[in-house]
């Protein structure tokens, strides 16, 4: 059962990965390839810590604790592609789907079908509800700045964007 289900996991995320623009920031990591851990935690609404180091070519497992109130994200991206997402999480809003402190998972599995956008299945984000813990595998294989931000609407322009910064 568990082998089914990550197969499925896997496709599902193995199409994202081979969307544009994934491949200009890096890849779904390998989880037989973490070089390191790190550990962020999610308030209402910052990251702790806002700034961290990675190498190009590291293959990083993010453990992502919500320790707030809200519902927060912890996406890796460029800026651009975070103002682009916005939409599509203000969407998840605007259909019910997000709320404030939860994800409504069946309303999301069901509307999805009808519309692919409703289901968030993107390999560099990970939405998380109050006091649960996410989880995102990355691998760093260009030389580009990144961010780390939550695009729940109004959290990062009050501040829930952090920086990613790779050395060779
Ligand atoms: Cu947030």
Request: hydrophobic content about 40%; some cysteine.
């Amino acid at each position: 059962m568990k082998k089914i289900l990550f197969l499925i996991l896997s496709l599902t995320f193995a199409n994202h990965v081979f969307a544009a623009p994934m491949n200009m920031i890096g890849e779904k990591g390998n989880p037989n390839d973490i070089d390191r851990v790190i550990e962020i935690k999610m308030y209402d609404n910052y990251y702790e810590p806002n700034v961290i180091k990675v190498k190009k070519g590291e293959t990083i497992k993010f453990i992502v604790q919500n320790l707030g109130e809200m519902v927060h994200e912890y996406n890796i991206a460029t800026k651009e592609m975070h103002i682009k997402h916005q939409p599509e999480m203000q969407k998840l809003a605007e259909h019910g789907i997000l709320l404030v402190d939860k994800i409504d998972m069946e309303k999301m599995k069901k509307m999805s079908k009808m519309d692919h956008s409703l289901s968030h299945s993107h390999s560099n984000s990970v939405i998380v509800e109050p006091k649960k813990t996410g989880e995102i595998i990355w691998k760093f294989t260009k030389d580009i700045s990144l961010e780390m931000a939550c695009n729940v609407p109004g959290h990062y322009e009050t501040g829930m964007v952090g920086k990613i910064i790779l050395s060779k």
